[in-house]
């Protein structure tokens, strides 16, 4: 009887996951940092962003979502509008190579199925790890002194619509807030004699990064379940 019903739950498992509805797209776009080189605006996207993201459609309203992320982030204190970061003048420029896992919520229902409702925003959230240089200063100048990965939160928001019954076109802006302040250099973790003389800024103030950008996802799969039965 066990081996019964353990067939008869792999069977259906199965069955209601070849069901759901996939996305595989890419992401394009650019990145910006807020934290303490450069420009206090917070989103002002001033390099390339590109990556890769796949969906599983588990409802009209949710999905999980895995991505990966590159870009190299640039700031500089000569775009601040605050003059003592324009006197100091310091600049850097750090990869970030991210990957994040979480879920996405659409506010109204959005059938992949159907061309219909065919617009929705929508928010994501979840975990996210990134490889990134460690830097420090020396003479006004950003040093790399190792690389370290790091956790971050990735939050976003976005508005997607359908072009067709196949691609789904996104436009979305997604901050991470992260577990580090060293992703420009103010907080430095060397073996330098005089680690603590190159420290700077708020030390008690985690950086943030940002990507802004457009995603295409292609739609696969049968029709699911949530829906078969309108």
């Known amino acids: 009887m066990n081996f019964r019903i353990l067939a008869i739950a792999i069977m259906l498992t199965t069955s209601a996951t070849y069901a759901q509805m996939f996305e595989v797209g890419a992401?394009?776009?650019?990145?910006?940092?807020?934290?303490?080189?450069?420009?206090?605006?917070?989103?002002?996207?001033?390099?390339?962003?590109?990556?890769?993201?796949?969906?599983?459609?588990?409802?009209?309203?949710?999905?999980?979502?895995?991505?990966?992320?590159?870009?190299?982030?640039?700031?500089?204190?000569?775009?601040?509008?605050?003059?003592?970061?324009?006197?100091?003048?310091?600049?850097?420029?750090?990869?970030?190579?991210?990957?994040?896992?979480?879920?996405?919520?659409?506010?109204?229902?959005?059938?992949?199925?159907?061309?219909?409702?065919?617009?929705?925003?929508?928010?994501?959230?979840?975990?996210?790890?990134?490889?990134?240089?460690?830097?420090?200063?020396?003479?006004?100048?950003?040093?790399?002194?190792?690389?370290?990965t790091t956790f971050a939160i990735p939050m976003a928001i976005g508005v997607k619509g359908k072009i067709n019954t196949r691609f789904v076109l996104a436009a979305e802006i997604g901050v991470r807030y992260t577990f580090t302040d060293n992703i420009d250099g103010s907080n430095p973790n060397t073996l330098l004699a005089n680690n603590d003389d190159l420290k700077f800024g708020n030390i008690f103030s985690d950086d943030w990064y940002v990507f802004s950008g457009i995603t295409l996802t292609y739609t696969f799969g049968k029709r699911p379940c949530y829906s078969c039965f309108d």
């Open 27 to 148: 992401f394009v776009g650019g990145s910006n940092y807020i934290g303490d080189v450069g420009s206090s605006w917070y989103i002002k996207p001033n390099s390339f962003a590109a990556g890769g993201l796949f969906k599983w459609n588990i409802s009209q309203r949710y999905a999980y979502r895995a991505s990966f992320t590159f870009s190299t982030i640039h700031a500089a204190d000569k775009d601040s509008d605050n003059s003592a970061r324009q006197q100091r003048d310091y600049s850097f420029s750090n990869g970030i190579l991210e990957g994040s896992l979480g879920m996405e919520f659409n506010f109204l229902e959005f059938d992949l199925s159907e061309f219909s409702r065919s617009v929705t925003p929508y928010l994501y959230g979840g975990v996210s790890v990134f490889l990134h240089d460690e830097l420090y200063y020396v003479n006004n100048n950003a040093q790399v002194s190792g690389n370290k």
